[in-house]
């Protein structure tokens, strides 16, 4: 009987998962993205998901996809400060995933399938450009996979296909307009919108390219001029439009360099990031300028600046990115406690972390953490303390 259990486990191993060590980053990422590809059809079509004949398929390519990325655990670039935090946020996310799934918990597995995009997204971001030509062979899943031209934008945008995502973003926000044009028409009524938010978006993620991905403030601000004067734009969105506009307008005129040292990287963040983060609401200056963070600290992994960085990191990303499934702000936050807690940011990085528990938890009835959440902080509050 043991030995039964035995084949049939190292059977699953061999077939589902096979541990191995990848040579590189790219090694890593390509079986990486088979895996990914392979679920994006089923993760884009709830029937589909939850077809029990795709059950088997589905939960061999989460397997495949958790396993890849924990075989990729001991590659250098991805222990950078700046991949590191992205890396143990999926890793997680993936294990959940799979375990939800394996528990029939399908929608809440799909939902989070969906939101590995973005943690994809939050390292994709910060490669430079040209580092790999082998993305645009990729794209090998078309169009007619996806529901519609935002999704298809979001793969293009994941894969760093930024020139395809771009086009399909601004066919989005032309068809959903031509959508809520229709629709008046058929209510009789001139302020009928589709709910959603993707005309929104898509002008972020448009925006993002040209502000976090390549720092081009004059290719930003022709595009939100397009988008401003696109016939139907909604008019809270051309309010945010000339909010952006002026802000890259500001961003512009600036003569700015990638920092070259330390002192680069302090004199920016005096010169415009001025004391407290949380003050900056803008979103194009916080893509801007975590844009300009993210590069620094890829290019230096060993800077001391870290811990500095980390906070601000943490900060614009509790601002730019809410999601329900997972916070990065929190991993920048504690990595800055538990790896640097003699530095004076370390301090800092704790009253940002507990700040953002208490107003998670706190509601009408008062603030209520919970027991685990307690003991994290004291946790990190005694590796502050033992610090010193
Ligand atoms: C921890 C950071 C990180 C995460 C998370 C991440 N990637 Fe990557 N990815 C990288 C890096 C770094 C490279 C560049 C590798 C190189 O060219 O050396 C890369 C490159 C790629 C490439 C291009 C491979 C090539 O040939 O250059 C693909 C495809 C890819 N990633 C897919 C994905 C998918 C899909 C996800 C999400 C399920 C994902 N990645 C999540 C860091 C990450």
Redesign the pocket.
């Known amino acids: 009987m043991t030995k039964h259990i035995l084949t049939l486990c190292c059977l699953i191993l061999t077939t589902g998962a096979i541990a191995k060590d990848y040579k590189?980053?790219?090694e890593?990422?390509?079986e990486?993205?088979k895996?990914?590809?392979d679920l994006v059809p089923y993760a884009g079509n709830e029937m589909k998901f939850k077809d029990p004949k795709s059950e088997e398929y589905i939960k061999d390519r989460l397997l495949k996809?958790k396993t890849a990325?924990q075989n990729?655990k001991h590659?250098k670039?991805?222990n950078t400060p700046?991949?590191?935090?992205?890396?143990?946020?999926?890793s997680q996310h993936?294990d959940q995933t799979y375990e939800g799934f394996s528990m029939s918990q399908k929608s809440f597995a799909r939902n989070r399938l969906k939101a590995?995009?973005e943690?994809?997204?939050?390292?994709?971001t910060?490669?430079p450009k040209g580092?790999?030509?082998?993305?645009r062979s990729?794209s090998k899943v078309s169009r007619s996979t996806f529901d519609n031209d935002y999704e298809y934008a979001d793969y293009l945008f994941?894969?760093?296909n930024y020139t395809q995502a771009a086009q399909y973003y601004r066919q989005e926000i032309l068809g959903r307009i031509k959508k809520n044009t229709e629709l008046r028409k058929i209510q009789k009524s001139n302020t009928a919108v589709f709910i959603d938010f993707t005309i929104e978006k898509s002008l972020e993620r448009l925006v993002t390219i040209y502000t976090k991905v390549f720092y081009k403030p004059e290719k930003a601000l022709k595009e939100v001029l397009a988008q401003k004067s696109v016939e139907g734009m909604p008019r809270n969105l051309v309010k945010k439009l000339d909010d952006w506009k002026e802000d890259l307008e500001k961003w512009e005129k600036r003569k700015i360099s990638e920092f070259k040292s330390e002192k680069d990287l302090n004199k920016f963040l005096s010169q415009y990031v001025e004391g407290e983060i949380n003050q900056i609401s803008s979103h194009v200056d916080l893509l801007v300028i975590s844009g300009f963070l993210y590069r620094f600290l890829n290019k230096y992994p060993n800077t001391p600046a870290e811990p500095k960085v980390l906070l601000f990191l943490g900060s614009i990303d509790e601002v730019l990115n809410h999601s329900y499934f997972y916070s990065l702000s929190e991993i920048y936050l504690k990595r800055c406690i538990t790896r640097f807690p003699k530095s004076s940011y370390a301090k800092k990085c704790f009253q940002k972390y507990k700040d953002q528990v208490e107003f998670g938890y706190t509601g009408t009835a008062g603030t209520n953490i919970p027991d685990e959440e307690q003991a994290e902080l004291a946790r990190l509050k005694k590796i502050l303390n033992n610090a010193k």
Do not use: D, W
């Open positions: 590189n980053t790219k890593a990422m390509n990486i993205f895996a990914f590809v996809l990325f990729a590659l670039k991805i700046g991949f590191s935090p992205s890396y143990e946020t999926i993936l590995t995009a943690m994809c997204i939050s390292c994709h910060q490669l580092t790999s030509n082998t993305f990729l994941l894969i760093r």
